[in-house]
């Protein structure tokens, strides 16, 4: 039995009535859950693969169409096996010959069906953005850096503007199609005479014919960059936050704008210091001695050192507050603080010395009341009776 392929809007998690806006907001959020840079679990690389996947089909309206009307075999009749129907009727894609748009042909055969928008889209399209992850270290997201990345992509031509003509007075109204970007055919079928829309051939879609070209970029309308690109990266930037680009992504159609690019920050771990929204968190280590006498002395920070006081008797796990010595927050002058965690580290080697000392104090506690062990031991006695 064929496997049974999950519904694309189930995949993107959203409703079949989403917008094209909804739709790419979906797949930025699922690219960076599933991204094999991000996620190591098992089988993250293949839901991965399976979100770009219906985003291409359903960012595409021609496409997201037909599978809105016939399901998988609307954009793949071999995972289908075609319409195989009573009586025999067999009708793959390839059957089709110049039949153009099929969404067109039933719509025409037997009414209703929804428009595709490609018949309007022969005007100016934004390209689709691209997405990038970058790997910084600890420090560069304290202090923010700014790094040299490489980038190719294409802009609009500057002589042409996008159009691909060498002027405007090279560009006219396709003869063709005239301006619609789409031709009718008739074609005599077992269901009567059937008209279908395709693309018109002699504009591309465009509804434009260029007579001509732009010598700069030889009427194609966008020039290929490659640059070093300067990017800077903010001061207390945190791991999964995305920087844009502007018009450094996809290629835009017919003079529309390129789209952005998106480089998602991911900030390696330090094995000192862990980071909690705009905090920062240290375990400091002292002896048993200065726990119990207190002391004066120099805690690391992310900025250097600061001098801090450790009261007498403080007990292991206690904090100590050093205010605005946390993370810069990106959109703000503010600061968050560092939180001093107390590690009280035990002596497992004495020397003669120390271990006398350590036995004279244990025969001055010994003549104290309500020691602490003795007292645990008496409260365990009354709650259990024994």
Known sequence: MAEQKRDLYDILEISKTATQDEIKAAHRRLVKKYHPDLNKEPGAEEKFKEVQNAYDILSDEKKRQLYD????????????????GAGGFNANFGDFGDFGDL????????????????????????????????RISFMDSVRGVEVKIPLNYYKACDH???????SLNDIETCPTCRGTGKVKTQVQSIFGVMVSEKTCP?????????????????????IKVKEQYNLKIPQGIRSGQELRVEKKGGIGKNGGACGD??????????????????????????STTDAILGLRCEVPTIYGTETIDIPAGIQNGATIRIKNKGFK????????????????????ILSKDEKQLYEKLRELEGGKKDKPNEKFIDKLKRTFKM
Not at 105 to 129: A, K, L
Not at 329 to 348: L, Q, W
């Open 69 to 84: 009307q016939y399901g998988y075999a609307g954009i793949d009749p071999s995972a289908a096996g075609g319409f195989n």
């Open 103 to 134: 969404g067109d042909i039933f719509s025409n055969i037997f009414g209703g069906g929804r428009r595709s928008s490609s018949r309007t889209q022969n005007g100016p399209q934004r390209g689709e953005d691209e997405y990038r992850t970058m």
């Open 160 to 166: 042409c503007h996008g159009t691909g003509a060498e």
């Open 202 to 222: 002699s504009c591309n879609g465009t509804g434009k014919r260029i007579k001509r070209s732009c010598h700069e970029c030889n009427g194609q309308g966008y």
């Open 261 to 286: 690019l998106y480089i998602e920050i991911i900030v390696e771990e330090n094995n000192d210091f862990k980071r909690e929204g705009d905090h920062v968190h240290i375990e400091f280590p002292i």
């Open 329 to 348: 927050a990106v959109r703000s002058d503010n600061f968050g603080d560092e939180i001093v965690h107390i590690k009280i580290v035990v002596p497992t």
